[in-house]
């Protein structure tokens, strides 16, 4: 080949002598530049100035935190103090904690909020018509689709972190020192950092490079900013999941757990998920007592991931974990010192957009809900008073991509029925529900009409769903319907970001 | 059977989820002196208007001797639970006189007279030793109790493994077969200790008890467990029950299996162990 | 039947209502109720508690009512044992079961 043939050939400098295109080549070691040219910015405010956020952009923020969280308001109160306006706050999940929220909607520094759930104070009030751009839910698969697709485009993500090097590899726990704030998981977080245009890193630990393994890499994060605590770990680790002693709760799980059995979907090498609430959870507990009974092995769980589930794994019952979210301290520690303990991010958990999610390898799903209705639809976002007092999670998701989906939920909680004749809110549509588990009876949606001759033939009892709700209905007495106003105040996704369904604004709370 | 405090309205609205064979809502220990009108309020409403299903109801009245019991009774009669427990038996005249207030009431509120069933719960040496007299004293008694926290009392002893209880278990179980009712186990109070109750349910169910009292749900699962029979057992009984329907098809009084005629207790027991076996595998759920 | 005195039964549990039925100058029965289903029980709650005062003869009351989402015969049951409580009164008579 001739290789004066190839144009301006003559021209390329490293042919003619030394290269002298390249940058200025470091000389201090390692530690002097780590401690000297990195991402980290005194403050949060000055972070912010340097994303270039602008009136009217998204801000993003993780709820890995859970009622422990200190950042979204921490992020919100700057923003508000420097004067902006009009943002639009895409939560993964909001709760509790956050209430000052009110104050910066009332103030019009947010105008809009997508989330996937919300609770207490915010909650109640945006359900007594607070904002006047309804509340965007959705599932933990339809926000990350939505990420991917562009239909939710995060500006700046504001992602808290109880570990981070000063190169932005950020970690739910810390490896390098005892922390308190370790949430586990980063499941949520690590989609924002990849998408968000801008993505600040919020620690209160920050550690030497390189922070490995990490959960969010720093290629995609711009600045970091260390504050004295970036959750209250007793909020971050709420015990919500501690093994229920209620007695109803357990024959609910126990329930559920002979229905897995006599399922057919209770293999050597099945997979699972269980969602949280007592029941549920609890489910673990009686399955594990039949893998070992059978000598039957999962071969992984998935999901928000329990010290059940980690119990199972240490022992050999279940051979690898996929945890988007770890929901106490024992997950958390096994994320950081089990090999495969491996830690996912929300499209891989649940996307319908991906190439491929990990809720569609699923066995079975065993799910809570607020109610749920005779054609099998389920309602976990809003009570039954009406107020939103919840969250989608991957509800929807789970029960769409399980080959088996289970949803528990005592006949009646105090004098609220549990069983309706239509949900306040459709979260999970009844055609991806498959059988209804309460302390008073099942039922099997008709649709899976081979699982109703499978646990009759193993002299399961089964009802239909209509003799539920009538049984419930016999016991409290027919409800008062609860009245709305016109105005909406939530518009409910489905994980396809179609919309699932609206929820209006209550006339008393 | 499972006790239910008789105060607690959450306990007492579902009793009967947890699959017991019976429940006896209590208006006795659980119940502190000054609620004692509230609960006898309670469970009577909750028999008038809650539906149980197929459970057996039985309600604990206070003693008669303190004068509550009385009260309890002008209630609860009229409310047609099972059966009416009278706790602290001592004598046979303790259940004539239960019985002769029970007998009053009925007739006053115009209830077949007899339909109210009567448990007796033994509490104290005297009752043990009068445990044959107790068991025989009224037509209307189908089983009868011990009651083991009173009685260790008196005996100026403990609760531990259970030899202390020897005696008592011994002479209760014989009272009651002699006397053609029930013989029903003490509570296990310790309810985080499964292993103990397990070990003290399998002792109860060797001597020949037909059942035990339960004060937590929980204690239910082990317990079916434990009175679950072999599939050896079982498997004999389905012939049993099988052999004597198909000489009910043939129209024939006697039925035999393997050539030995199959005798009345012989039946009642096979299709006793297939309902405990039934009972025991999942929780049954009733129409109610 | 009188109201003497003030009477309270019932205990702030789920599933149970507290009432405090206390004496009033003038006929009629004052009620103040509170619910953890007030939307959807109330106005039900309100029919059990002046159906079974009236039962009682109670025809002057005040009456105060906490409710913890109680089952109609809860509500009964607590409502009777508070008035009786207040009219110090130990006379009640027990229907038959049908």
Not at chain 1, 185 to 205: E, F, R, W
Not at chain 1, 424 to 445: E, F
Not at chain 2, 45 to 60: D, F, H, P, Q, T
Not at chain 3, 6 to 31: F, H, N, Q, Y
Request: charged share 25%.
């Amino acid at each position: 080949m001739d290789l004066q043939k190839i144009p301006h050939y003559n021209e390329i400098p490293a042919l003619n002598g030394e290269f002298t295109g390249a940058a200025q080549k470091h000389k201090e070691t390692f530690r002097e530049r780590m401690y000297e040219k990195n991402k980290v910015v005194p403050s949060v405010e000055e972070a912010v100035r340097l994303t270039g956020l602008k009136n009217g952009m998204t801000v993003s923020f993780h709820h890995h935190f859970r009622n422990g969280d200190y950042i979204v308001n921490m992020v919100m109160d700057v923003l508000a103090n420097m004067g902006f306006k009009n943002l639009t706050l895409a939560a993964s999940s909001l709760t509790d904690i956050h209430a000052p929220l009110i104050e910066h909607i009332k103030n019009g520094v947010i105008t809009h909020i997508e989330t996937s759930g919300l609770r207490g104070k915010l909650a109640e009030e945006i359900s007594r018509g607070l904002m006047d751009f309804p509340v965007i839910f959705r599932s933990h698969g339809g926000r990350a689709a939505a990420i991917e697709s562009g239909a939710l485009h995060i500006d700046v993500a504001f992602l808290g972190a109880p570990s981070c090097d000063p190169y932005g590899n950020a970690n739910g726990y810390n490896r390098d020192e005892e922390n308190v704030s370790c949430c586990g998981s980063l499941g949520y977080a690590k989609l924002d950092a990849l998408h968000a245009d801008k993505c600040v890193i919020i620690t209160d630990h920050l550690v030497p490079f390189p922070n490995a393994p990490f959960g969010i890499p720093e290629s995609n994060v711009d600045y970091i900013v260390k504050v004295d605590s970036v959750g209250d770990p007793k909020g971050i680790m709420s015990g919500a999941t501690r093994f229920t002693k209620n007695p109803k709760e357990l024959l609910i799980a126990k329930t559920a757990a002979d229905i897995i059995e006599a399922s057919g979907y209770f293999y050597d090498g099945f997979s699972m998920q269980m969602g949280s609430g007592g029941a549920s959870l609890a489910t673990a507990r009686f399955l594990r007592e039949k893998m070992l009974k059978n000598g039957i092995k999962a071969r992984f769980a998935l999901g928000g991931i329990t010290g059940q589930i980690v119990e199972m794994h240490e022992e050999g019952l279940v051979q690898k974990i996929l945890d988007v979210q770890s929901f106490d301290l024992i997950a958390a520690n096994s994320l950081k010192n089990n090999r495969f303990h491996q830690q996912i991010d929300a499209s891989y958990y649940a996307s319908y957009l991906n190439r491929g999610a990990a809720v569609d390898q699923l066995d079975f799903v065993v799910l809570s809900a607020l109610e749920v209705d005779t054609d099998f639809n389920v309602n976990v976002l809003t009570g039954s008073d009406g107020v939103i007092r919840g969250a989608i999670g991957g509800h929807p998701d789970t029960a769409a991509g399980a080959s088996f989906s289970i949803v528990v939920a005592p006949l009646t909680r105090g004098r609220i029925p549990s069983i309706v004749r239509r949900v306040n809110t459709i979260v999970t549509p009844g055609d991806t529900v498959d059988v209804l588990v309460t302390d008073q009876g099942v039922a099997v949606n008709p649709r899976r009409p081979e699982i109703a001759e499978k646990l009759r033939a193993a002299g399961m009892p089964i009802f239909t769903i209509e003799q539920l709700r009538e049984r419930g209905e016999r016991i409290v007495g027919m409800p008062d319907p609860i009245e709305y106003d016109e105005q909406i105040v939530g518009v409910v996704m489905f994980r396809d970001n179609t919309v699932i369904d609206l929820i209006k604004k209550v006339k008393h709370v | 059977m499972l006790f239910v405090p008789g105060n607690n309205p959450g306990m007492v609205r579902d009793a009967h989820i947890y699959g017991s064979d019976s429940i006896m809502f209590d208006l006795e220990d659980s119940v502190s002196v000054n609620e004692k009108d509230a609960a006898r309020f309670l469970v009577y409403n909750a028999l008038m208007s809650l539906r149980y299903g197929k459970k057996e109801l039985i309600v604990r009245i206070n003693d008669l001797s303190s004068g509550l019991g009385v009260m309890d009774l002008e209630a609860i009669v009229r409310a047609k639970p099972n059966a009416i427990r009278l706790p602290k038996t001592e004598t046979a005249q303790d259940i004539i006189d239960c019985e002769r207030e029970i007998e009053r009431i009925e007739r006053e509120a115009g209830i077949e007279v007899g339909s109210t069933k009567m448990v007796a719960a033994i509490e104290s040496a005297l009752g043990v030793l009068n445990a044959y007299s107790i068991a025989t004293a009224s037509k209307r008694l189908v089983a009868v109790a011990l009651g083991a926290e009173d009685y260790v009392t008196d005996l100026k002893t403990t609760r531990s493994d259970g030899t202390e209880l020897f005696f008592a278990r011994c002479m209760i179980l014989n009272a009651a077969r002699a006397a053609g009712i029930d013989a029903i186990d003490t509570v296990y109070s310790d309810v985080n200790n499964e292993e103990g109750f397990i070990a003290e349910a399998t002792l109860i169910k060797k001597l020949g008890f037909d059942g035990k009292s339960v004060i937590n749900p929980r204690q239910i699962p082990p317990l079916h467990e434990v009175f679950m029979p072999s599939e050896k057992d079982l498997e004999k009984a389905q012939a049993i029950v099988q052999a004597l329907e198909e000489a009910k098809k043939r129209g024939s009084g006697v039925a035999s299996l393997n050539g030995k005629m199959i005798d009345r207790p012989v039946a009642l027991r096979a299709q006793h162990m297939i309902e405990l076996a039934a009972a025991g595998s999942f929780v049954p759920v009733e129409e109610v | 039947m009188r109201i003497i005195t003030t009477g309270v039964a019932g205990t702030m549990e789920s599933s149970d209502i507290i009432v405090t039925v206390e004496p009033r100058a003038e006929e009629g029965v004052e009620l103040t109720l509170s619910s953890s289903v007030m939307q959807q029980f109330g106005r039900q709650i309100e029919h059990v508690i002046r159906e079974t005062l009236k039962e009682l003869g109670v025809t002057a009351a005040a009456v105060t009512a906490v409710d913890k989402g109680a089952l109609d015969c809860t509500v009964r049951a607590r409502v009777s044992a508070a008035a009786l409580r207040a009219a110090k009164s130990a006379e009640y008579t027990w229907g038959t079961k049908q």
